[in-house]
């Protein structure tokens, strides 16, 4: 699966396995509540150990690498610690992924096994997997290239971040997460599994986002802690029924992407009553930098926060980009050895500065839209369009949206003569199995594409035309 960094040591001791931070933590009656229904951590372990039964049957061992396709449910979560349980690789596809997205993680993973819907029970294995170098999960992520990379974390790595993370936010067994966020991201996985898994408290899973299901959620369940991009807390401030009252037990929320600027940290900070706090990070280097209690609050709603745990920033003096390494990082890209620097360095894409060990990330080098959480790859956005018979030339960019942080909006030159509008676009995008968060919610037709010297599209001269 590619070339993979050796995983590090923290304090000078191995890291725990993720089967084995998991299994060992306190049980509780209400680990997980889906749908309704309640999970306590034993019929969750029973129903674990069954699933990976039936995995093995299958013929799956460790190291393979076994693929799905679910939203947000009990099932995705038993698939996960099932394969951790084996010691086999989890690749969730993103629910919403298109045909053409899925056939493309398939191809690229080789999984020894696709599971549908249907999870089957097998011989009950009980013994706790312990190699914590071994790979446990391959997320994939849109890349400037417009090719999704498949994002390596090892066991042992999941595992560490898992209990960092719980330190830094101060989680106990008395908080309780509503996790909207696909499992199939790095968010997801590590805020609706890993973490409260490890502290261990109450998980509450959504299918989707909805913020009205999600305001009846947190007054019933008492929801002490959410994480996610502003998108969602501007519909949950918005939802019929708002009142402080409704939210009166959240006492924290972490938020990152495209839109969390102080005067949002100020509006959803007085709306909810808690604190509200920007964080950075990415799938392959996942929350490095945060605000802790104690910080000062005036550079805390300005900055991105400061680094969690172990992690390493710099800045690259010639473009600005910021460097990162540490043992929270992934290990590498499936099938690609051009993750890291010659010395362990991470190149993020993005640009910031440090100051007094606060971070501030201030643009992207990589030519990706944050909309609503979900990354879009320009690339592969103008890739589709120009694919249609009536685009001669297509280029896409992100356009501010108050609620979702970015959208996608395409300016495009037809062929003479040629119709291509926001219905054609769509359908466009259907039948070719590409994920409707990815379609161009606007399209601009325009005589011809304005070009800069060096031949590239002069996208500055199309975002002054909106």
Not at 13 to 39: K, P, Q, Y
Not at 81 to 98: D, M, Q, S, T
Not at 220 to 245: K, Q, Y
Not at 286 to 303: C, E, L, M
Request: overall charge negative; charged content about 20%; hydrophobic content about 45%.
């Amino acid at each position: 699966m590619g070339c993979e960094r050796e995983v590090a040591r923290v304090g000078g001791s191995a890291l725990s396995s993720i089967d084995e931070a998991l299994s060992t933590t306190a049980a509780r009656d209400d680990l997980f509540v889906d749908a309704g229904h309640r999970w306590s951590s034993a019929a969750l372990e029973a129903k674990v150990a069954a699933t990976a039964g039936g995995l093995r049957a299958e013929g799956v061992r460790a190291g393979d690498a076994v693929c799905w396709q679910l939203p947000n449910s009990i099932d995705a979560v038993v698939l996960f610690r099932a394969c951790w349980r084996l010691g086999a690789v989890a690749v969730p596809i993103h629910h919403l992924a298109g045909a053409a997205d899925v056939d493309r993680v398939i191809e690229v993973v080789e999984p020894r096994l696709v599971v549908d819907t249907d999870l089957s029970a097998g011989e009950p294995v009980t013994d706790t997997a312990t190699d914590a170098e071994a790979r446990a999960v391959v997320l994939f992520t849109s890349g400037s290239s417009g090719t999704p990379k498949g994002v390596i974390h090892t066991s042992g790595r999941l595992a560490y971040k898992a209990q960092l993370m719980a330190t830094v936010h101060g989680l106990t067994p008395d908080d309780a997460v509503l996790m909207p966020a696909p499992l199939a991201h790095i968010s997801g996985l590590l805020n609706g599994i890993t973490v409260p898994g490890v502290v261990p408290m109450k998980t509450v899973l959504m299918s989707k986002w909805d913020p009205v299901e999600a305001l009846r959620l947190i007054e019933t369940e008492r929801i002490t802690f959410m994480i996610g991009p502003p998108t969602f807390f501007i519909g949950l401030i918005g939802a019929p029924g708002f009142s402080a009252e409704a939210v009166e037990s959240l006492r924290l929320i972490s938020s990152g992407g495209a839109g969390v600027t102080a005067a949002f940290v100020d509006a959803a900070s007085a709306a909810l009553g808690c604190v509200v706090k920007r964080t950075y990070g990415s799938t392959e280097a996942p929350t490095i930098t945060t605000w802790r209690p104690g910080d000062d609050p005036a550079r805390a709603r300005v900055s991105d926060g400061r680094p969690t745990g172990s992690v390493e920033l710099r800045i690259d003096d010639e473009n600005g980009e910021l460097l990162v390494r540490g043992p929270e990082l992934f290990v590498g890209y499936v099938g690609r050895d051009d993750a890291f620097t010659s010395d362990g360095w991470f190149r993020t894409g993005d640009i910031g500065t440090i100051d007094d060990g606060w971070l501030t990330i201030t643009g992207r080098l990589k030519d990706i839209i944050i909309r609503g959480g979900e990354n879009v790859s320009v690339s592969e956005v103008e890739g589709v369009l120009e694919a249609h018979p009536s685009v001669v030339h297509a280029v896409a960019i992100g356009a501010p949206h108050e609620r979702l942080g970015e959208q996608v909006v395409a300016f495009v030159q037809v062929s003479s003569g040629a119709t291509f509008d926001l219905d054609v676009c769509r359908e466009w995008f259907q039948t070719q199995g590409v994920a409707r968060f990815k379609t161009p919610e606007h399209i601009i037709v325009i005589d011809e594409i304005p070009m800069m010297a060096a031949g590239k599209a002069d996208r500055q001269a199309l975002r002054e035309r909106l």
